[in-house]
């Protein structure tokens, strides 16, 4: 059955893509988030470490400033290429001091280290609607082999019969393997970062034409 849908939802590619062409971004309505968990572990006003407490919570985030290429090759996309760079210094995490640390050499470094840069080398099909697309992503000058799973959500064509393609994909990156080895450890507790980082990509692609 899983097979049948596969074929189904490439007949509907087929009809909606156009694989002559590449697709550029439409920024206004795309985004890439990142979320963190993190544990705060605070001891009472006595300084008693029997008396310490723990919260747990999530640090959300996003870049501002972005672009996303793509190139589908073909219907099934087994010649596809996606590209996306990232101006690293476009952080926000709407906390400016955070924003300047995440910024420094603890983190990514941005003065530095200007771009994070995902080049796709594979992509396959596991699922109607579903992709794994596998990748070289290079942060702070370190690079890894990473795969999203990528959802396509719709693709369709205007009155000028110019096509659209929406797609979220999402990944879970371990940020020690980019340098990313901060942790902050207080006189009065312990502040834990979690290693995995998860990234979200919401990107709407229109066909460019002029490419």
Request: zero cysteines; hydrophobic letters at 40%; proline letters at 2%.
């Amino acid at each position: 059955m899983r097979a049948l849908g596969i074929i189904i939802f490439l007949a509907a590619l087929s009809a909606g893509l156009s694989a002559q062409e590449k697709y550029q971004l439409d920024k206004a309505h795309s985004s890439i988030t990142f979320e963190a968990s993190h544990v705060v572990v605070m001891p009472e006003v006595s300084d008693d470490e029997e008396d310490a407490f723990i919260t747990v919570g999530t640090t959300n985030g996003s870049f501002k400033d972005f672009d996303i290429e793509f190139d589908p090759g073909s219907a099934d996309f087994e010649k596809a290429k996606l590209k996306v760079t990232i101006q690293a210094a476009s952080l926000t995490t709407e906390n400016e001091a955070r924003d300047a640390h995440l910024k420094s050499k603890d983190f990514l470094d941005t003065p530095t280290y200007s771009t994070i840069v995902f080049s796709s080398t594979n992509f396959t099909m596991v699922a109607p609607e579903l992709l794994k697309v596998t990748g070289d992503l290079t942060m702070k000058g370190v690079t890894k082999t990473v795969s999203f799973d990528i959802r396509v959500l719709g693709i369709s064509k205007d009155n000028n019969k110019n096509s659209y393609m929406s797609f979220e994909g999402e990944t879970d990156l371990d940020r020690l393997e980019f340098g990313l080895r901060w942790n902050d450890l207080l006189e009065n507790g312990a502040f834990r970062i979690s290693n995995y980082i998860k990234v979200k990509v919401q990107a709407n692609l229109v066909e460019d034409r002029a490419s």
